[in-house]
């Protein structure tokens, strides 16, 4: 863990002169499926826990109407830093919305072509 804070995160950071990396804290949001479990591609949440470095993560808005978040992820003894980072973010931003249950959600309506304007044939009889 030591190696993972002092020779990667921490040294990225000093090397290139920056407070903190920034990165989607997950991949796109997925629905469940109940056949073939989650469909998980990934995150940056765990360079931070895996260096023992502090990480802070906000809404940063929602992808087919599930939200996403970003990380703020610092080198040791920054949470004062990151969460003044991570504040000025959700200030500027305002990404963060009341959680709401809903039955389903709207995953690709955005890409799909409404059904409704579908061109239609009629029958000859």
Not at 10 to 38: K, Q, S
Request: no cysteine.
């Amino acid at each position: 863990m030591e190696g993972a804070r002092t020779k990667g995160l921490e040294a990225t950071l000093a090397a290139e002169r920056l407070d903190a990396i920034v990165t989607p804290t997950n991949g796109l949001p997925w629905l469940i499926d109940w056949a073939n479990g989650d469909a998980y591609t990934g995150g940056s949440s765990s360079v931070a826990a895996v260096a023992g470095t502090p990480s802070v993560t906000v809404p940063a808005g929602f992808a087919f109407g599930l939200p996403v978040g970003i990380s703020f992820s610092g080198p040791a003894w920054s949470e004062a830093k990151l969460i003044q980072l991570a504040y000025a973010f959700e200030q500027k931003t305002k990404a963060r919305r009341r959680p709401t249950f809903l039955p389903t959600a709207d995953f690709l309506t955005d890409r799909m072509p409404d059904p409704s304007k579908a061109p239609t044939t009629k029958k000859k009889e």
